[in-house]
């Protein structure tokens, strides 16, 4: 290496290394992007004005542009369900069948079914919190391992599974051209994995605190009722069923519908067949804020996203690709480890994959992994280590929403939402290393 390339590439370390301590601080993603990315562009051989005017911009508006629509959509479809109580009503339908026996598995399974259909996994987590709350209580849980519940179910295995019409499945689609199902035999097998050891974990993590002494202990915030009257759990279950067939199913080798148009179509069958939920003269209020929760959501994720595309043009990102390339063993695993890595530091999935996958895809398909592979492998890979304390998706809900500390509630959270997909991604490496051809 050179020594322009040793100052590229411990400047690539610090503006990454300030950029997750700053997040970690609560310092405005865009603020400290465009700080990290000038770092990077000044010790990586770039004129600034050209890194920040055009490099990082290009990055910004790129994403943006491929992904307002899927955001928006998927932010309309979540109020949606949220304003009628369909998320609500169908969870509740979940915990009742699976009844009191199973009742901790039964929330992490009713954010899944949620996630799965493309609702937000923030609208997800806010509605089957009061649910939570309540079989918590009737099965003296302790109340500390309700954030590991929920994000459990929203944030692993149903968000980066095949089908499932979510960011983390669409930003891979985009860029490498393949469709949602991609990898859908090792992709199902492997979330399916994550499902039953987080499960496995997270029954005998509570047995172990009861055994303890453990039980169910309420925050003075907490309050309990029944809701007056909610849509039958089917019936609300319909939009997303719809969605799901419409973005996935072919016809004459074509999908029906593309994500947005799909899961556009879910928002609209929701506002009709659970119509008598909600006031009509407030739906316009409600999409608005939705628009503008959606702005919010996405122009985050581009911040980060454009400090990937200033790293791109810097002269030490050629050495960090061949070192991801050059990972001793299975070929694919380099992808997987980069793209972690890279959405723990970004503490971010969906940032995570807007970075990894132009980066680092086409060199591992120049050494024949299938865009297929990479596509389901990857978004896998990005559910693991970004779910470190300083996610705003973990911090939101385990302070935010359960008023719950990190130092209560973290650990198991980090168990079921690290571990577990980091589990789950060992297992598409294996797969996808010894079955590459399983459509």
């Known amino acids: 290496m050179t020594i322009a390339e040793i100052i590229s590439l411990l400047g690539i370390i610090v503006g990454l290394s300030l950029l997750i301590k700053m997040v970690m601080k609560g310092v ?8 990290c990315s000038a770092i990077v562009a000044v010790t990586g051989g ?28 998927g932010t309309l ?11 609500k009503s169908i969870a509740k339908m979940i915990v009742k069948v699976l009844g009191k026996d199973k009742a901790l598995i039964s929330i992490p399974l009713a ?12 609208v997800v987590s806010f509605a089957v919190f009061p649910i939570a709350l309540e079989v918590f ?21 149903a968000m980066v599974a095949p089908g499932a019409p979510q960011i983390h499945n669409a930003i891979p689609a985009q860029i490498l051209g393949t469709e949602i199902m991609a990898g859908a035999v090792n992709g199902f097998i492997s979330c399916g994995v994550m499902l039953v050891v987080g499960c496995i974990i997270l029954y005998r993590m509570v047995a172990k605190e009861k055994a303890k002494g453990a039980h169910f202990v309420p925050k003075p915030t907490d309050t309990f009722h029944e809701d007056t009257e909610l ?9 997303i069923v719809v969605s799901i067939l419409l973005i996935n199913v072919k016809i004459n080798g074509k999908t029906i519908a593309p994500i947005e148009v799909g899961v556009f179509a879910g928002t609209l069958l929701t506002f009709i067949l659970l119509n008598k939920y909600q006031d009509n003269k407030k739906i316009s209020g409600h999409v608005g804020e939705a628009c503008k929760t959606t702005i919010i959501s996405i122009c985050s994720t581009c911040a980060v996203v454009a400090f990937g595309t200033v790293v791109n043009h810097t002269i030490a990102f050629p050495i960090i690709v061949n070192s991801m390339v050059n990972i001793p063993g299975p ?19 969906s940032g995570g994959l807007g970075i990894a996958v132009p980066l680092l895809a086409p060199a591992f398909m120049a050494k024949g992994i299938s865009a297929m592979a990479l596509h389901r492998t990857m978004a896998i890979a990005s559910a693991a280590l970004d779910s470190l304390p300083h996610n705003g998706y973990i911090v939101t809900v385990t302070n935010g929403l359960c008023n719950e500390t990190h130092k209560d509630a973290y650990m198991p959270v980090f168990w079921l939402t690290v571990i577990t ?11 996808f290393t010894m079955f590459p051809n399983l459509p």
């Open 231 to 239: 849509p039958n759990g089917f019936v609300a279950l319909i939009p």
């Open 28 to 35: 405005n993603i865009f603020v400290v992007a465009i700080v």
């Open 46 to 73: 770039l004129n600034l004005y050209t890194a920040l005017k055009v490099d990082y911009m290009t990055g910004f508006v790129g994403f943006l542009k491929a992904n307002f629509f899927i955001f928006l959509t």
């Open 331 to 349: 070929a694919i695993a380099g992808a997987a480890i980069g793209t972690t890595v890279i959405a723990g530091v970004c503490g971010s999935a």
């Open 111 to 122: 954010c899944g079914v949620l996630a799965y259909g493309g609702v937000s996994v923030f």
């Open 137 to 157: 209580k009737e099965a003296d849980l302790p109340r500390n391992y309700i954030p590991a519940a929920l994000t459990f179910g929203c944030s692993t295995f």
């Open 421 to 431: 997909p980091i589990i789950g991604t060992i297992v598409a490496v294996i797969l």
């Open 77 to 87: 479809m979540g109020k949606m369900m949220e304003i009628t109580n369909g998320a």
